[in-house]
């Protein structure tokens, strides 16, 4: 899949009363990638290493239809130095939820409430993190489907 296409158009079909746009990165190199898996104990969805080979991570940008505010809202979808980074927190917190943290691989975030996107160990389901709840919830099917849905607006949490 060229992911970079996909999100450009899924991205495009937002109507806001600003304009948010993806940023890209250089790709993760696919020993960096393995290196993460070994670390953390978990093979990433063909999708997700798809995703990181073709861009390290996937951010927004958000400029004001006046033009007058620019804003950089880091990484919607982590980088591999992040998804670690967040996974082992995750991992080591002791806490309680509904899926066991050893199971999850989280790989972004809505930049809202604590929340976080994360797939499941050999699943292709996307969940989203409510640490309020202490609960995952399923949201998507799948990446594509899940990063159409929620960069078009389709998909809220």
Same mark, same amino acid.
């Given at each position: 899949? *060229?992911?970079?296409?996909?999100?450009?158009?899924? #991205? !495009? %079909? /937002?109507?806001?009363?600003? *304009? !948010? &746009?993806?940023?890209? +990165?250089?790709?993760?190199?696919?020993?960096?990638?393995?290196? !993460?898996?070994?670390?953390?104990?978990?093979?990433?969805?063909?999708?997700? $290493?798809?995703?990181? $080979?073709?861009?390290?991570?996937? =951010?927004?940008?958000? @400029?004001?239809? #006046? =033009?007058?505010?620019?804003?950089?809202? =880091?990484?919607?979808?982590?980088?591999?130095?992040?998804?670690?980074?967040? %996974?082992?927190?995750?991992?080591?917190?002791?806490?309680?939820?509904?899926?066991? +943290?050893?199971?999850?691989? +989280?790989?972004?975030?809505?930049? /809202?409430?604590?929340?976080? +996107? !994360?797939?499941? &160990? #050999?699943?292709? @389901?996307?969940?989203?993190?409510?640490?309020?709840?202490?609960?995952?919830?399923?949201?998507?099917?799948?990446?594509?489907?899940?990063?159409?849905?929620?960069?078009? =607006? #389709?998909?809220?949490?």
């Amino acid at each position: 899949m *060229d992911w970079l296409e996909h999100i450009k158009s899924a #991205n !495009a %079909t /937002t109507q806001t009363e600003y *304009d !948010a &746009k993806p940023v890209f +990165f250089s790709p993760a190199p696919q020993s960096e990638i393995v290196e !993460a898996e070994s670390r953390l104990g978990s093979k990433f969805s063909h999708d997700l $290493c798809d995703l990181l $080979c073709q861009t390290n991570g996937v =951010g927004e940008e958000m @400029t004001f239809q #006046n =033009g007058i505010s620019a804003s950089d809202l =880091g990484f919607f979808v982590f980088n591999v130095q992040e998804i670690i980074e967040v %996974t082992d927190y995750y991992r080591h917190s002791g806490l309680a939820t509904n899926i066991d +943290f050893g199971e999850m691989i +989280f790989f972004g975030t809505p930049h /809202t409430d604590g929340i976080y +996107f !994360a797939e499941r &160990k #050999n699943e292709n @389901t996307i969940y989203a993190w409510y640490p309020s709840e202490l609960e995952f919830r399923s949201i998507s099917p799948n990446l594509p489907s899940f990063i159409s849905d929620w960069l078009s =607006g #389709n998909l809220s949490i």
